[in-house]
Nanobody, 127 residues
């Protein structure tokens, strides 16, 4: 079993930066991928970005490409989401999640393909 705890959320001005952390208790396997999702009030949860544990390959949704970066620190069992040039529309609760499918497999953007979820951290971007 994997327990995930997100941290680093808060209030930031538009154009600012923020780094979220996702600390895992339990084993993240080389065959896993870890993703970030977000959910704004009244909207569906959506994929943000993800990283494979073995090779560090990444994938991002178009709206954050070039602004957000997913990274990992295997020694710390932690995944990060660095966000820059933040916009009010980035306001949401941000969640990390683990996809346990064996690799090789493509990074998935499907919520149902992720098996473990954190409780989320709030990011609010003011204009």
């Amino acid at each position: 079993q994997v327990q995930l705890v997100e941290s680093g959320g808060g209030l930031v001005q538009a154009g600012g930066s923020l780094r979220l952390s996702c600390a895992a208790s339990g084993t993240i396997y080389a065959s896993d991928a870890v993703g970030w999702f977000r959910q704004a009030p009244g909207k569906e949860r959506e994929f943000v970005g993800a990283i494979t544990w073995r090779n560090g390959r990444t994938d991002y949704t178009d709206s954050v490409k070039g602004r957000f970066t997913v990274s990992r620190d295997a020694a710390m069992n932690t995944v990060y989401l660095r966000m820059s040039s933040l916009k009010p529309e980035d306001t949401a609760v941000y969640y990390c999640a683990v996809d346990t499918r064996s690799r090789p497999a493509p990074i998935t953007r499907r919520i149902d393909d992720y098996d473990y979820w954190g409780q989320g951290t709030q990011v609010t971007v003011s204009s």
